[in-house]
């Protein structure tokens, strides 16, 4: 079988980057294959592929969303060096730096996105990816409708997801889409970055807040605000959820909706991957008060 590096450093040579030595895993990410290339004429790039791309326009698709965070959104992201069928290349961004005041500058960054870019219709122009699945992104003007088609229900029909969730677990999650008006509050769409777990932030050569990875769509800030909250972001991000909240007024009460906001990257990873990290779990338990009729 041939090395993950070895068809990334092929995939580069084809592409006409005939400069680079090697390629060196890098670690992080969950769906695609990853490493930083060096190069004897530049400097080092990132570059990933996967195995068995799931679409034509996997990386195209990824470029165009790190390009309208960053010039719709104002948030740092890496520069597109290429963006082809087989590969991304980017520049290479340093690692996320500890302490408070990091993860308040990214408060800043991420409330200016969602403050700044607010438009009435949810979606966006074209179908991305989230992962190795498309993320359904058809225009809608009314943003439960949107949540519920197609970042809830979407995910059923996927053989992971019926696997685990059985009959009483679908009509649960109907039910609570079609409470959504109840549950969540009526916010305006804004442009997010989509796929925020805390892996994705990192930081520039000069350590500002910078972002990777996107499944970007004009949805509900929380979306974003969720995954951060929900995939165990260190100790010093306290800060970002304070920051955050007072920059964008924030109610009280924003924490008790984390959960049904993350019901859509729970069942993205069920749907994705063998182990779901409790994502399955997870589901369950959210779930639980609307398995009756209420």
């Not at 004897?40 to 068995?52: Q, S, W």
């Not at 060096?81 to 730096?97: C, D, I, M």
């Not at 925020?196 to 996107?214: F, K, L």
Request: hydrophobic share 45%; net charge negative.
């Amino acid at each position: 079988m041939t090395a993950p590096t070895t068809l990334l450093l092929e995939g580069l040579r084809r592409a006409g980057l005939r400069d680079v030595d090697a390629v060196e895993p890098a670690g992080g990410g969950l769906a695609a294959l990853a490493g930083i290339a060096s190069r004897r004429e530049g400097p080092p790039l990132f570059v990933k592929a996967f195995a068995d791309a799931p679409g034509d326009d996997v990386f195209e698709t990824e470029a165009e969303g790190l390009a309208a965070l960053r010039e719709l959104g104002g948030l740092a992201t890496p520069d597109v060096v290429l963006a082809g069928r087989e590969l991304l290349v980017l520049s290479v961004l340093a690692p996320r730096p500890g302490g408070e005041a990091f993860w308040e500058q990214f408060a800043h960054a991420l409330a200016g996105l969602h403050t700044g870019t607010t438009q009435a219709r949810f979606g966006w122009h074209r179908d991305n990816w989230l992962g190795r699945r498309r993320q359904r992104n058809a225009w809608d003007d009314d943003g439960f409708a949107f949540f519920a088609q197609h970042r809830l229900l979407r995910w059923l029909g996927e053989p992971r997801v019926d696997a685990a969730l059985g009959p009483a677990d679908r009509a649960a999650l109907e039910r609570l889409c079609d409470r959504l008006p109840e549950l969540l509050p009526d916010r305006p769409a804004c442009l997010t970055h989509g796929d925020m777990w805390a892996q994705n932030v990192m930081a520039t050569p000069d350590g500002r807040p910078a972002v990777i990875d996107p499944a970007v769509s004009y949805t509900w800030a929380e979306v974003d605000l969720a995954h951060v909250w929900s995939t165990a972001p260190p100790p010093e991000a306290r800060r970002f959820f304070e920051v955050y909240a007072e920059l964008t007024a924030l109610d009280a009460g924003w924490p008790d909706r984390m959960p049904i906001i993350q019901l859509r990257q729970h069942l993205a990873v069920l749907a994705q991957f063998d182990d779901d990290w409790g994502a399955a779990d997870h589901i369950r338990a959210t779930l639980a008060p609307f398995r009756t009729r209420t």
